[in-house]
C-alpha cells in the first residue's frame, strides 16, 4: 500500500554531517507518523528519531538527541534526517518506516511499512 524509499547514505569522515531522505508512495503519507531505525552489523535494530504526522513533535534516541534532526515536507512526501557531528558508531544501514498512527512511536513493531535502507559509513 506504501512504498518506503530511503537514500542520501555514503561515507563521510567523523564530525561531518549527512542529509538522509525518504520518499513515501500514496497520498496517504501526511497520515503517517514516519520514523528513523538504523542497525549495525550484528547488533538489533535501534530507534534513531520519529516525527508526528503535522511534523509538530518528534523524539529522538538519547544517542543522536543534538546531533541528528528529522523533518518532513508532505507536499513532497518526504522526510529527512539531517545528521551532524557524525561519530563511528553511527555507522549502521539506515531504515525509514511509516507508522499508521495519532502520535509518533518509538518500538520498530509499530510500524507498518519499512524501506529497503541506506548505509551509513563513517570513518574515523
Known amino acids: 500500500q506504501v512504498q518506503v524509499v530511503e537514500s542520501g547514505g555514503g561515507l563521510v569522515q567523523a564530525g561531518g554531517s549527512l542529509r538522509l531522505s525518504c520518499t513515501a508512495s500514496g497520498r496517504t503519507f501526511s497520515n503517517h507518523v514516519m520514523g528513523w531505525f538504523r542497525q549495525a552489523p550484528g547488533k538489533e535494530r535501534e530507534f534513531v528519531a520519529t516525527?508526528?504526522?503535522?511534523?509538530?513533535?518528534?523524539y529522538y534516541a538519547d544517542s543522536v538527541k543534538g546531533r541528528f534532526t528529522i523533518s518532513r515536507d508532505n507536499a513532497k512526501n518526504t522526510v529527512y534526517l539531517q545528521m551532524s557531528r557524525l561519530k563511528p558508531e553511527d555507522t549502521a544501514v539506515y531504515y525509514c518506516?511509516?507508522?499508521?498512527?495519532?502520535?509518533?512511536?518509538?518500538?520498530?513493531?509499530?510500524?507498518?511499512?519499512w524501506g529497503e535502507g541506506t548505509q551509513v559509513t563513517v570513518s574515523s
Open positions: 518506516a511509516a507508522a499508521f498512527a495519532g502520535r509518533p512511536v518509538q518500538t520498530s513493531s509499530l510500524y507498518d511499512y
Open positions: 516525527i508526528s504526522w503535522n511534523g509538530d513533535i518528534t
